[in-house]
Structures are given as structure tokens and as C-alpha cells.
């Protein structure tokens, strides 16, 4: 109650606020959050409202419509025979849907009113119940990050212990198979081949001297040369 009264109230102040009810944004930020029961009879109050005041509007267009409609219709009957008595039942007609438009336009006049206060009560709902989601989120954010945090190091810790292993199988692999050869995997129930699979590199193989190479190559034809 003292964030709306001390923060939320004078954020407000001067805004002009879209209509709720009418605002899809608003139904798509509130989609999926649970709405109290005040904020649920405040959006029922101002569709309402709205749906008199539509209303109203429809049925003031009407009555205009209807007044233009007598004018004419008494004009009409000036020169007719009985035309004062038609005149002054169509005067009595548009009288009384003087009447009404008039009570109409009154409470057109204050609807506004009322459809504001509505919607500036649903705002502050709004605000409310967003500030508390905003808390609830960042908590549950914080969290989140902190265990990502946490499964990277271990992550991390986890890869150079594979590693390792691997590292070692491969180390236990090469010394036996010097002995046993490929009984080795039978010998030790291996599932596989160290040195096919999971292949850790301890250190880089020495790179060949090209120059060397080639010199080897030569040697190697006046060699074949020489036997023949």
C-alpha cells in the first residue's frame, strides 16, 4: 500500500493512460499472470462502463437522426388539411427525444469521469501486481544465474577429469599392447580402442623437416641406384 500511495500515484500523475480494457499490450503483459480479485471486478467495472457509454452514443445518433427526421415531416404537412395536428403531434415527439438526448448527454458528460477513475484504480492494480512479478523474477533470475555459475566451474572441472582418464586409458593401452598386442582389449575387457576413441593428445607430434625430408628421399633413389 505505500508503494502505490508514496511511488506509484505520482509516477502517475499527468500521464495520460491508455483505456485497459480496449489496450491489447496490457493483455498480452498480463497473459499468464494471476489477477487479484480487485483488479478482476475493476476490468468488469470498465468494460462495462464502456459498453454504456458506446451504447449511449449509438442510441444519442438515433434519436438525432429521428428529430431530423420529424423537422421534415412537419414541414411536410404545412399546407396539408389537418397539417396542425400532425405538426403538433411530431412537436410532442421530438420533445420527448429532447428529453432523452438530454438525459443522455448528461450522463455522457460524467461517464468520462467514471471511466477514468475506473481505469486509473486498474493502473495502479497494474503497477502493483507488475512490481511485485518484476521482484519475484529478478529473485528467481539471480538464482538461475548463480547455479549456471556454479555448473561452469564444475563443468569445466568435469572436462579436465575426463580428460584425464582418457589421458590415462590411452597410457595403459599403449604400455600393454607393447606386450600383449591386440589381445590387450580382450585381456582387460577395454570397449574400445583407446588410441581410436576419446583420443586426448598429450603433447603435439614433432613436425617433419621438409628439407630433410627431401634430403632422405634422395638418399634413399642413389640408394636403390647403387644396388641395381
Not at 448527454?105 to 512490481?131: A, G
Amino acid at each position: 500500500m505505500a508503494k502505490k500511495e508514496d511511488v506509484f500515484k505520482p509516477a502517475l500523475f499527468g500521464k495520460r493512460i491508455p483505456i485497459i480494457s480496449l489496450d491489447n499490450k496490457w493483455y498480452k503483459l498480463m497473459a499468464g499472470i494471476e489477477h487479484t480479485q480487485h483488479m478482476q471486478e475493476l476490468e468488469a467495472e470498465l468494460k462495462e462502463l464502456l459498453k454504456r457509454q458506446g451504447k449511449l452514443n449509438t442510441e444519442s445518433r438515433e434519436i438525432r437522426a429521428r428529430k431530423s427526421k420529424l423537422m421534415e415531416e412537419i414541414v411536410g404537412v404545412m399546407d396539408e388539411e389537418g397539417g396542425k395536428q400532425k405538426q403538433s403531434d411530431y412537436s410532442s415527439q421530438i420533445n420527448a427525444l429532447n428529453q432523452k438526448l438530454d438525459e443522455y448527454q448528461e450522463e455522457l458528460m460524467d461517464l468520462p469521469k467514471e471511466i477514468d477513475r475506473v481505469n486509473y484504480e486498474l493502473m495502479l492494480d497494474t503497477m502493483e501486481i507488475c512490481y511485485d512479478q518484476i521482484a519475484d523474477n529478478t529473485q528467481r533470475i539471480n538464482e538461475i544465474s548463480e547455479w549456471i555459475a556454479e555448473m561452469r566451474v564444475e563443468l569445466k572441472k568435469n572436462v579436465v577429469r575426463k580428460q584425464e582418464a582418457e589421458l590415462k586409458n590411452q597410457q595403459i593401452y599403449s604400455y600393454m599392447h607393447d606386450i600383449f598386442g591386440a589381445e590387450v582389449i580382450d585381456i582387460f575387457d577395454m570397449k574400445y580402442n583407446p588410441e581410436v576413441e576419446h583420443v586426448v593428445k598429450s603433447a603435439a607430434p614433432p613436425k617433419a623437416d621438409k628439407a630433410g625430408t627431401k634430403e632422405n628421399t634422395k638418399d634413399k633413389a642413389s640408394e636403390e641406384g647403387s644396388g641395381e
